[in-house]
């Protein structure tokens, strides 16, 4: 499965959405496939893009937020799936795409690639909606099914390491950070 | 446990009188109190973390959100969150209200604290990040209203060291 189809695949579910991705290919591949104000592009801090969405889900409860992850980004703050599950809010859903590579400095393998199994890690940590797929129409299926219910879940999706051919995105950092911003305070005055 | 409880009250209460509706900690002697009255709290959110980084994640989600936050924690948790300080507090303009625990000054017994106490004001300085040290509760509120409010207008860290004559009772 490629990202790219993956997240082409979900993109209908997205689109209306709060989305946080991490760095890198996620970001510039949703992106590409259509920018929208509800979408938060974290280039950087690396691992923090689930601890954002927990901040979110928190003081937003009438949103679904979907944070869109990698599995260095993970690996790189794995105790933030224990302090999911210690809050597991109903509204968030992790979407973790395991390409077994920081393919964005030149794909070097991660430790998913030496056996470490994200959904177990995931599960492990207490977050009981989990699921591992590696076909889009299976990824179609479980995310609109995790988008439909009341539970916080972590989806891994395993993704061939291929990326964009360019990182290029013509939205500013902080552009982007203001958008999202205003989009969410109108979002909040519409629910009034 | 001489911790002060109530220092802890007043700047918890300080805390609420600023606005600030959710706090991220980890636990730290010091902070014992402050952190159970949030608890105790229900209108504030209380997120207890596994790493103090993570709660500059949780307190730019509550900014978007528009919910004013603050984080409690060590000076050791400080140097542990400067990544997340500096790759995502300073570069994307999130106003971050850190209380920090001033461990390892004048007084401290615990070998362990020392160097992280000798680190925290010059790694401040060199982040560019405006601090204030607290250690007369007479002064807790204002400082603390005036911190929020720099954090909110600047839209970038500012950090009070909680210090032993504030914290402590011997």
Not at chain 1, 165 to 189: P, T, Y
């Amino acid at each position: 499965m490629l990202r790219i189809d993956a997240l082409n695949a979900i993109y209908p579910l997205l689109k209306d959405r709060i989305v946080v991705t991490n760095m890198g290919a996620a970001a510039v591949e949703l992106y590409s496939l259509g920018h929208r104000k509800s979408f938060f592009y974290m280039e950087h801090a690396m691992g923090l893009a689930s601890s954002v969405g927990l901040g979110l889900a928190l003081c937003l409860p009438k949103q679904r937020i979907v944070v869109v992850d990698g599995d260095g980004s993970v690996l790189m703050n794995l105790g933030t799936l224990s302090t999911l599950a210690r809050y597991r809010p109903p509204n968030l859903v992790h979407l973790i795409f395991d390409n077994e590579s920081l393919l964005s400095v030149g794909g070097f393998p991660t430790a998913t690639s030496t056996g470490t199994d994200l959904e177990a890690v995931a599960k492990g940590a207490g977050i009981e909606r989990t699921a591992t797929v590696r076909e889009v129409e299976e990824l179609e299926g479980v995310f609109s099914e995790a988008m439909a219910g009341e539970e916080l879940s972590a989806i891994v999706a395993k993704v061939d390491a291929v990326g964009p051919a360019s990182f290029a995105m013509d939205v500013g950092l902080l552009e982007n950070r203001f958008e999202f911003a205003r989009h969410i305070k109108e979002l909040q005055g519409a629910e009034v | 446990m001489p911790v002060s409880v109530e220092n802890s009250k007043v700047l918890y209460s300080a805390l609420k009188a600023s606005g600030v509706r959710l706090v991220s900690a980890l636990p730290e002697t010091w902070l014992v109190h402050l952190i159970q009255m949030a608890e105790d709290d229900p209108e504030m959110t209380l997120v207890r973390l596994n790493k103090e980084e993570e709660g500059v994640g949780v307190s730019c989600g509550a900014h978007f959100a528009g919910v004013k936050s603050a984080m409690l924690m060590q000076n050791h948790g400080f140097l542990a969150s400067v990544n997340g300080i500096v790759s995502l507090a300073q570069l994307y303009r999130i106003p971050l209200l850190m209380l920090i625990s001033y461990r390892g000054e004048m007084g401290e017994r615990d070998p362990w604290q020392t160097e992280g106490g000798l680190a925290t004001e010059p790694l401040l300085k060199s982040l560019g990040i405006p601090y204030r040290k607290l250690a007369d509760p007479a002064r807790v509120a204002r400082d603390l209203a005036h911190a929020q409010t720099l954090a909110e207008s600047s839209l970038r860290p500012v950090a009070l060291l909680l210090t032993r004559d504030l914290m402590w009772e011997e």
